[in-house]
Every structure is written in C-alpha cells, then in structure tokens.
C-alpha cells in the first residue's frame, strides 16, 4: 500500500490563524518537492507554503479564506517511490524503540494532570485594582505570540484594549506589565488603554442610514503601530523646498537610457538617492533609541523604505543598500517592489531593515503634510506634488519647478536645528542634478 504523508503548517513564527489568500494545487495534482501548495497573507506579506516531498495530492484539507496555524493539516500526500523508501527507513531501522517511546508519551498526560491544580494555585493574582473585562473577539484579534497571550491571560488583560510597542505594533510582556501598572495606578479606563481617555461611542444610526464594513488586514495591523508611534514619539515636522527644475530636465533626458536597462526613473528614484546621501552626511537620522531609551544604535547600512497606495492600503517595501547603487539599480528595485505590494506578494523581508521613510504624495497633489514616524526609526520624509513657482534669483524672478519637502522626526535624538539642517542638504542634492548620477 503507498505511503501517504499528511502535509501541515511548518513554523511560520509566531503567527496564528493566518488566512489563506490562494490555494494552489487540487486534489489528484502531482506536484514535485518544494512545489507550492498554499499562499499565506501575513503581516502584510504573502506567503507560500512547499510541498515536503514528490508525489501526489490525494486529498485537499484546506480552502480559500480558511484560517491556518502552526501544524494545521493542509493536504495528504501519496509520496512518490523515492521518498516512500526514504519515510519507511527510520521505522525500519528502530522497531524496538517504538514500544518504549509509546510509553513514554502515555505517560506524561498522567503528569501533567498531576501538576495541574499546582499550576493554577500559583496563577498570578489579579491586580487590586478592577481590570476592564476581556473581550474574547477582540483578544483573539490582537497582534501578540503565544506566550504573551499566555501571560496576558494569567493576569486578566485583554489584549484588544493594549496598545502593542513591537515590530509592525505587535504586543509584547512589557506592554502588558505597562496596561496593568495604568489600571493599578487609576490611569487606564475600561475601553481604553496607557491611560489614555476614552473616545465616548457614538450610535450613528440614530441620526441616518449607515453601513459597517470591517478594516482589511493592512489597516487592522499598521493601525496600532501607527498609534504607538504617534504617542510614543515625541514628532516636530520640519518643512523645506527644492529646486528640481534641472533635475526633472535630466530626468526625462535619461528615460530612454533608463529603459534599456528595464529601469523607470521617477521624481522618488532621485528622492531615494538623495535621502541616502543625507543619511551619510549626518548620521543621527540613520539611528534609533535603544529599548530601554539609554543608547543610540547607529546604522552602518542604509535601507530606505517608501510608501505604496495598494487597493487594500499602504504598505512599505525596503530599497537595501541604496547608498551603493546608482539611480537605475533604484529605478528597478522601485518598479519590482511596487508591482509586488500592489500584487499583495510581498514577503516579510521585503518591509523589514529600514532606516528612513519616505511617504510621496507627488502624483496626487497637496502642498505639506505631517507623515508620522516610522518608529523604531527617528524621520520620515514627507514629499509632495511639484510645483512651478517665481524664484528670485537676485536679479528677478524665474520660473523655477519647486518640490515641497515635509521631514517629521523624533526630538527625543534629532533637534530642530539638525532638521534644518538635513532638509537643507537634502534641496542642495536634489538641485545639484550631477551629485545624483555620478
């Protein structure tokens, strides 16, 4: 009888109930090792999930909008000749280590029943003061791993109402230790989290028609870390100008260069160039505060991450190493990245390692705007759309195509005189079109 092989969920980090975007083979496909089976949608990043082995599909456990975890089955899998010698190898070599084993695993059910009415005598109490009750919908929702989900359980908190400091605004032990020492304090109110006061709710219906939509996945999770950033760093937006008539002139004198080499230069291509040339000359904007606010970890790479307008909303690919590649290798890596986020196949890697943000509103409009921090990065330029403007030269005034610069940035490390500085920089490379080429 063929061997069959129940394929499932490898280690996707700490991940849990992830959708399923596309499911990529059927029932009676024969698929190689390594062959895709299913495309995940996680933190903005989708995800394909191999085949372990060659062989066959023999039956398909899974569907579209199904929602996935560590070991969860996905297919069963008839393993070609080769790999069903490889499966029966183990077994045949330690028959008699099987019995023993069993054993074992039988017992340890018994041991932990033993242990358990131990464990619950020393749950940590719950703090004096009233925590707000846990919301299980919104508790399953929150952006945490597994052990802080734990822990969060054993001291009563719900994790919708904590507001997450991680990576892309996940949770950690320390945001919950932080929640619960607000409530013992007085400063957190049910509803509401960090002692922040509570948005009253409102029924909207009791004034017109409405309808409800839930937030996609994208708003779901840049939303909390858009917040902590917002409250966690203190921002001041240093606004500027650069003369980019010269620039745009060289700009559309090498689009056809540009175009051999597959590569489309944009205004943000020379952007991008010129932040990583600024990053160079002063490197406090390509630094961040250590996590407990006593150091200064400065960057010996520059990665510069830019915001892209998808469908389901922003999302922010990285261009690595932009200081050692020229306006064409940017060019590329901007068309690629941008194809990707709209496509919805970005991977992880491709929004993690940034330094410096850039958000560009050029091909919409608008004059300034206050883009927020990136944190744990220290700025992010804003750039606006372009306009044509009289410019004094001394003598009169010249028509002369000005790009309106907006750097927000955390005073906590940068001052207003740096920002000032750094904007100031940054118009002069913009204007000195040959400091971008050469």
């Not at 061997?3 to 083979?25: A, C, M, R, S």
């Not at 908190?157 to 400091?165: A, H, I, M, P, Q």
């Not at 309808?211 to 966690?232: M, Q, Y």
């Not at 003598?395 to 906590?412: C, E, I, Q």
Request: glycine share 8%.
């Amino acid at each position: 009888m063929a061997d069959k092989i129940e394929i499932k969920v490898p280690d996707i980090g700490d991940f849990e109930n992830v959708e399923i975007i596309d499911v990529l083979v059927k029932a009676g496909d024969t698929v190689e090792k390594e062959t895709p089976l299913i495309t995940l949608e996680t933190d903005k990043a989708a995800m394909d999930i191999p085949s372990p082995a060659a062989g066959k599909i023999v039956e398909l456990k899974v569907g579209n909008g199904d929602k996935v975890s560590e070991g969860s089955a996905i297919a069963v899998l008839e393993a070609a000749a080769e790999e069903k010698t490889e499966t029966k190898k183990p077994d045949e070599k330690k028959p008699e280590e099987k019995k023993p084993q069993a054993q074992k695993e039988e017992a340890k059910p018994a041991k932990a029943e033993e242990t358990k009415p131990a464990e619950s005598k020393s749950e940590p109490a719950r703090p004096s003061a009233d925590l707000p009750a846990v919301n299980e919908e919104t508790f399953s929702k929150a952006h945490a791993s597994p052990s802080v989900r734990k822990f969060a359980r054993e001291l009563g908190v719900d994790l919708g109402k904590v507001t997450g400091s991680g990576v892309k605004g996940r949770i950690t032990h320390d945001d919950v230790k932080g929640f619960v020492k607000s409530v013992m304090r007085g400063g957190a109110v049910a509803g509401g989290g960090a002692g922040l006061p509570q948005v009253r709710a409102v029924d909207f219906a009791k004034f017109g028609d409405i309808e409800t939509k839930p937030l996609n996945r994208i708003k779901k999770i840049s939303g909390p870390h858009l917040h902590a950033s917002w409250v966690n760093v203190p921002h001041v937006t240093q606004h500027d100008e650069a003369d980019i008539t010269d620039l745009e002139t060289m700009r559309k004198a090498l689009k056809s260069d540009a175009e051999k080499v597959g590569a489309k230069l944009t205004p943000l291509t020379f952007v991008i160039k010129a932040c990583a040339q600024a990053l160079q000359e002063f490197p406090d904007f390509n630094s961040s505060l250590s996590a407990d606010g006593e150091s200064q970890v400065f960057k010996k790479y520059c990665h510069i991450g830019f915001a892209v307008d998808t469908p389901n909303g922003l999302v922010v690919p990285v261009v690595r190493d932009a200081d050692k590649k020229s306006i064409f290798d940017i060019g590329k890596d901007l068309g690629e990245l941008s194809e990707k986020a709209r496509d919805g196949k970005l991977k992880a890697a491709d929004m993690q390692g940034g330094c410096f943000s850039i958000s560009s509103l050029g091909s919409i409009g608008g004059t300034y705007f206050t883009p927020i921090v990136n944190a744990p990065e220290v700025a992010i330029l804003g750039v606006s759309k372009a306009q044509m403007k009289p410019v004094w030269n001394g003598k009169k005034f010249m028509p002369r195509l000005m790009l309106p610069l907006s750097l927000s940035y955390d005073h906590r490390i940068i001052d207003g005189a740096a920002a000032a500085r750094f904007t100031s920089f940054l118009a002069e490379v913009l204007a000195e079109r040959r400091n971008l080429v050469l």
